[in-house]
């Protein structure tokens, strides 16, 4: 029902007229009039309704800006460019002198004809960096031609903001930071003289703001910069919050009924582990989610202390006996710079990301220092089927979650397949190797680790999927 | 070329009528008087050239026979069973009296509906069962429909049996055992009542038996039970004989210019390592190809003695320095039962089969005893692309034959990629922590292991893949 509504709005936002509004087209003829030049000194010349920026060697990013701002919306463009150049196409972006010298900043839905492939991602220009980069939705990297014309839609509402290229859903950000700012075509600097001359050409950029409807729900990634909110996109692919910044609902003590009394606190929006020496469970403990989970998505922003180690475990079943932490696979959270686990294990599997001393994370360049917040992702999708052929008889043995995959910072760092001879072969010589049936649990309970250093915890969020 | 040629040959051979040849219907309206009933009571009527099969109770196996024997032939038919029993048709088949009272027995292509899903398969009724089962071609389970008609093409040519399954290639057996005889259409028993009265049908069964010519190759794994022999489809899909029954082109010992003289012997179309006393490669020595390979497909027989140890050993380097046996990735062979390294290592991981010391197999049910002669088969294919973001740029690093496939006796036993994180944290705990970059190599040779016990090998192949 929620999708036939949509499509039906759908139809409406995107119809060339309806009660009397229509897309407004930005440039037409060659007439710029309504645009201004920032940054360097590349060149921008419109004929036809088509704009044709040119490198310049030896000079800044270049941008063709409009001169009013535009808050909510939804922009169609085409754009083609040459393979050599990066180029990108700025919303919601300013020019302050109060900012770098009035640099222009903001997010930039991304031109990338490169290898790289990160068309339709956002970057936030001379600001944050990556906002949505295409690790965290690989099918998009197939989206843009870079030999040929592209079709860009960019949709900005409130603080979702999303993109298609070529029709293909690419970034789904949902971010508070600036609801309003120019629009504007980038040329970027070229490194050299064999780079100059060379074109970025946009046509047909036409801009729509009444009423602005979102298009349908897609199922990538949503990457969701405002702590413990969900964005409708989130909340139409089923998560929900299992913190919302204030209550601990849908959380108790490992082993226990009710939430910890006392090495648990929440403030000022996060959920913290307190210090209490460094060691296991020994203070306020692990807290579990009440439900269990069998096949899920499961996310939380983390801050480290200095030389904090933490953790969370998935498929927790309780019914082990240990006088330490619950047994489960683990998510590994650590100071891999302070703490000396970082080094013990096996090729790396004790360091930030890794399935703990069983898989190494791929964790180069993706970290972020303690005191600041790292995004979490823990996927748990598919099937295992086993067959044996007994004679002319089939034996099948099937269980859920047999995929799984970690991802840090919106990278994936790890994946692999719960219940196979390579997962049996690395627990046989793990620290697990005394837990019968290790990491083959049907479903568990979701565990945050008090490994007694303070660490904060905030936006956790969970989804079944089916 | 060959494939113009044989697509020519294909429409020539299929076409209904060419110099005066047609495809011979074997029933015609209710004529069954070129049919036979042997075996069990189950029971047969025919009409408008439809045969219909019914099963009942407490009856063995029953088949209706051709009168006469075909050997070389293309039969063309369709097939619709109840999803509850399973059937199939013999070809090249017999009922002898000296042979189990008369017993049908042959060459079986499978019908079945059942979740298994080896229709097209062939097995070997009443004499050495499975001889193509579908863990050999996974790609053909899907081709059945259990709750429809289903074309059957089955093609026998000298040694080669091959099947297509609504127009999937599904068997390619190649076997000398048996060049003609009958064909007859499987009622397969049925455990008790509830099963009675169900039905079997067959239409336009057809044969084409002059000039027999080939359909195209096809590039499923062929089952080559001729020892030292290739088939037309095995060298149109690349392969070469390592080892042909006699000679020993194409090998020499590992890190020596010639060929052992003394360990190995060839006798009676097998290459044999000589027992020894059970030392690694301290008699003869190991054995590699001369050449290297990358992405490949390798495959041999085996027959061990009680107690043997060996090995096929790939992406042999040579350049380690080591007094025992080459460094590699070994396809473990072994004695499981009565060797004791195959209770050692972890999880069954130096088992039969395995990645020695670091994935165990998956052989349950798949080990045929010392004596017999067992099925190797290796496959190396794929590349591996790491990606890292570095700022805006990306490193990218590739190396060819990334996935590796162990297969015994037509079944894969185990799979793996190296150079993943979950294969370095497999050798960081295995005994090969302490050679730099174990299992990164991008070729290397193939070696044969002398472990001081007899070992026989035979019909030793290789191709490359692109």
Redesign the interface.
């Known amino acids: 029902m929620l999708r036939a509504i949509l499509l039906t709005l759908l139809t409406f936002g995107l119809t060339a007229t309806s009660f009397g509004q229509e897309w407004k087209f930005l440039v037409e003829g060659d007439d710029l009039s309504e645009w201004e030049r920032l940054g360097g000194e590349a060149t921008y010349t419109a004929s036809n309704g088509e704009v044709i920026g040119t490198t310049v060697a030896n000079t800044p990013n270049t941008f063709l800006a409009t001169k009013r701002p535009y808050g909510d919306f939804a922009l169609n463009l085409e754009v083609r460019v040459d393979p050599a150049i990066?180029s990108g196409i700025q919303i919601r972006s300013e020019s302050k002198p109060d900012y770098l010298n009035g640099r222009v900043h903001g997010y930039q839905v991304e031109i990338d004809p490169?290898?790289?492939a990160w068309s339709g991602g956002i970057y936030d220009e001379a600001r944050r960096g990556w906002l949505y980069?295409l690790?965290a939705n690989e099918d998009c990297r197939v989206a843009f031609n870079p030999n040929g014309w592209n079709h860009y839609y960019i949709e900005a509402i409130g603080p979702s903001i999303r993109t298609w290229v070529n029709d293909v859903a690419c970034a789904a950000l949902y971010d508070d930071m600036t609801a309003s700012g120019f629009i504007a075509l980038q040329v970027h600097s070229v490194p050299g003289e064999d780079l100059a001359n060379r074109n970025v050409r946009w046509r047909n950029i036409r801009v729509w703001e009444e009423n602005v409807t979102p298009r349908e729900w897609t199922s990538q990634y949503v990457i969701n910069l405002v702590p413990n909110s969900l964005s409708q996109q989130e909340i139409a692919q089923g998560f929900s919050l299992l913190f919302d910044g204030k209550t601990i609902q849908g959380w108790r003590g490992a082993g226990k009924e009710s939430f910890p009394e006392k090495g648990w606190r929440v403030e000022d929006g996060v959920l913290m582990v307190e210090s209490s020496g460094g060691a296991e469970a020994a203070y306020g403990g692990d807290i579990v989610t009440v439900d269990e989970y069998s096949t899920f998505e499961f996310s939380l922003d983390f801050k480290l202390t200095e030389g904090a180690n933490s953790g969370i475990k998935y498929f927790i079943t309780e019914s082990y006996g240990s006088d330490a932490s619950a047994i489960g696979l683990e998510y590994q959270l650590l100071d891999d710079d302070r703490h000396p686990d970082a080094t013990q294990g096996?090729?790396g599997?004790r360091t930030l990301g890794s399935l703990y001393d069983?898989?190494?994370?791929?964790n180069?360049?993706t970290v972020r220092e303690p005191g600041q917040w790292n995004r979490v992702r823990i996927v748990v999708t598919g099937k295992r089927l086993?067959?044996?052929?007994?004679g002319?008889?089939?034996e099948?043995s099937e269980f859920s979650g047999a995929h799984v995959e970690h991802w840090l910072n919106d990278?994936k760092v790890?994946e692999?397949e719960r219940g196979t001879?390579?997962f049996?072969?690395?627990?046989?010589?793990?620290k697990y190797?005394v837990w019968e049936g290790f990491g083959h649990w049907p479903q568990g309970h979701i565990l945050l680790q008090d490994h007694g250093d303070e660490v904060h915890f905030r936006s956790i969020k969970v989804r079944r999927i089916d």
């Open positions: 990066n490169s290898a790289r980069p690790s096996a090729a599997n069983l898989i190494p994370a791929d180069g360049k086993d067959e044996r052929v007994l002319s008889r089939m099948q990278r790890l692999y001879p390579v049996d072969a690395l627990v046989a010589r793990s190797v």
